[in-house]
């Protein structure tokens, strides 16, 4: 089966710098991968995502990058903000729409 | 567009009682529907996945006979925990895809619902 790898685990950046989330994924096969942002006790939300025959994306202080041939993709945030703090995952979606979930990463940026 | 809600967002029963969650998709037509159990800390851990009118597809290690799901509508599933311990208290999430517009693979998730049995 699909396995996803995400990392860092926690990230502290400083508010206006950006930060950068990295995955890893398995399965060839996958060919969608959306980012979700997930709040303290809410569901995740999605912010981005992009498909295997894209390379970059981008939607204002995000954008995301895949690199199918190495099978990473990645989340960029920019100029961030203090409400840009929470859980983000990175999913990698192949057939019959199963997910596979990276492990979270949690943002904090520091005012 | 794209609102997928839950309820109850959160319920305290008692060991050996059953319970009852229900997902909605709010303003489209959900063709698949999924639940996901999240411990903290931790990430998503998909237990079912159902299409309207038929039988869930649960994943490997999941009980059907304790978990039981129900698509009745294109709008509606519920995820019935039966006879609940402690050990079931989680946070179970559910999440819908179909919206018209995007592609069959893009789920939308509710709040999450909040279970704790004592």
């Known amino acids: 089966g699909e396995n996803v790898e995400q990392h860092p685990s926690t990230l502290s950046v400083q508010e206006g710098d950006s930060a950068v989330i990295k995955c890893t994924y398995s399965d060839s096969a996958s060919n969608y991968f959306p980012w979700y942002k997930q709040e303290l006790g809410k569901g995740p939300q999605l912010i981005i995502d992009?498909?295997?025959?894209?390379g970059e994306k981008k939607d204002q202080r995000i954008a995301v990058t895949l690199n199918k041939t190495a099978k990473h993709f990645s989340l960029h945030i920019t100029e961030t903000q203090p409400e840009d703090s929470a859980v983000y995952f990175c999913a990698a979606v192949g057939g019959y729409q199963k997910v596979t979930f990276g492990i979270g990463t949690k943002l904090q940026v520091i005012p | 567009g794209a609102v997928v809600s839950q309820h109850p967002s959160w319920v305290i029963c008692k060991s050996g009682t059953s319970v009852k969650i229900e997902c909605r998709s709010l303003?489209?037509?959900?063709?698949?529907m999924f639940w996901y159990r999240q411990f903290p800390k931790q990430s998503l851990m998909l237990m079912a996945t159902?299409?309207?009118?038929?039988?869930?597809?649960?994943e490997q290690g999941v009980e059907k006979d304790k978990f039981l799901i129900n698509h009745a509508s294109l709008t509606l599933s519920t995820l019935t925990v039966t006879s609940a311990h402690p050990e079931d208290s989680s946070f179970y999430i559910c999440?819908?895809?179909?919206?018209?517009?995007?592609?069959?693979?893009?789920?939308?998730f509710g709040p999450g619902t909040r279970l704790t049995v004592l």
């Open positions: 992009i498909r295997s025959n894209v």
């Open positions: 303003d489209f037509q959900a063709t698949t």
């Open positions: 159902s299409n309207e009118g038929s039988k869930a597809t649960y």
């Open positions: 999440s819908a895809s179909g919206l018209a517009g995007r592609s069959t693979d893009t789920q939308y």
